[in-house]
């Protein structure tokens, strides 16, 4: 099977090459040469913005067609200015960062729904899975859907922890968090949370100042002292923002030949550098492309 | 397969537990109760020390099993002083930091070989391998031996590059560095680099101060302004420092049942927070416990 897909790849790169031979291209060429047909925008109501005081601007794709009602809750806490003045309070290396969590003088709005059903996985009935030939660990099959990462046992399908995938905080189950405690992904992916938290989305611009900050000191990466927290000046949904003054992304379809042939060049590197291609690619080593709007 | 693995554990678990029956025990649980027989301690001469600038203390465990001329390289490096006065060049997001490199200015020791050979893998024989029962995207065969992550086609095996694995930089091939630039992983584990680069190490402390410095802002994470990279004051071998000066760290034991029951307990949280365990592991997600020698 990995044979097979590694000569049909290197046939169809080397249809589409001038003579002589073209050297194979890397990943990142495959990216810089893609049509304007393999990108999908953002939508601007799933495309949250946050901006932290010491200048970072955050971008994150939410994610509906996973868990609606926590992705409706968010919508409501950005637009009622409910993370406005929060903070990230928790960078624990190799693992997460987290920001805004409770605040008791702050009551939340009235819409948001306190105790959102457990949007842990959804049925694969409804999705079109472009499955990953490599074998996973904690799968019986991953691949994306839409330019997700998802995995899946054939009945329920779930979207994975990979590098840059938000979740929503939670105290002990029944509890699924409402979505005022949110966390990213900034190490080796925590798929053992898969299932049993709430993923909402993705950062699709800024994961690198959030991964720099500095590490917390106290129990799972909290900052002991508050004036180690890194304030969230505010956010907003690209929606709310006049035309012309919203950031727009977009993702590469996880559907286009393109990315058929960047998913075969992170699985079978070929460019100069490279003495032996892998002849596999972990779900969460092939992290869909994201750009600005050219 | 994953099935048994589960019961025997909980059974071999339910033993040791005092009655009324004890919850599931964490990982991190498992650890603080594990046994000094379940750690060995890191040889003083496998024990790179390297000092920042800025206070940052990093330990590195060499691995001569693996990469033995690339060792010795690195160790004839630090006694040779060449990597004293370098710095940190190279901050790449989800990926690797990256430090020294070629330094014209100062020759390499005479001794040091300068086109090692490509110490990419090993036999397998006279490796025993604790095999991980999940199956992973890149190797017929995972699992550890003596506390190293490892893969394996059953013939040969090679280190697996894990969050916080050092690897030499190295230019095009046949060139295989001669350890002057050295990386080590800070981002979901980059596997498609096994068996095109030597590793030649594991941090075992201070990662988290390299792995939350800025990004850099060229091509490929390099910092673009000298201004930006941090300076290494000095690397030593702990075996050149008298005894009492010298930190020492232990790592589990990978073929200890206190290794057994952490794998296991990583590939299936019962813990409170947990709804559903994963019932797999993956490599680079079942870290070997270090810790300093209590």
Known sequence: MRRTLLCSALFALTLGAAAPPSPPLAPGEIIAAAPASAWRPIAPDNLLLMDLVNGTHVAIELAP???????????TLVRAGW???????????????QWAGANEAKPLPASVVAHPPAEYDRPLAGLALRPLASPDAYAARVGHVEGWPVASDGGRAWLAHCYGMVGVGRDMPPDT????????????????????????????SGIEALSALPRGTGDLGFYTD?????????????????VAERPSYQVMRSDSPTFAAYVEARANRRDAFFVRPAQGVDLCNAPVPVRAQP
Chains 1, 2 share one sequence.
């Open 177 to 204: 968090g409402s979505g005022v405690e949110l966390y990213g992904v900034i190490g080796q992916a925590p798929r053992h949370l898969d299932r049993n938290i709430a993923l909402v989305g993705r950062i699709v």
């Open 65 to 75: 067609d996973f868990a609606p009602v926590h992705v409706a809750n968010i919508r």
């Open 83 to 97: 993370f406005d003045g929060s903070a990230v309070v928790r960078v624990q290396d190799n693992y997460v960062v």
């Open 226 to 242: 508050p004036a180690q927290r890194l304030g969230i000046r505010r956010t907003r949904i690209a929606a709310d923002l006049p």
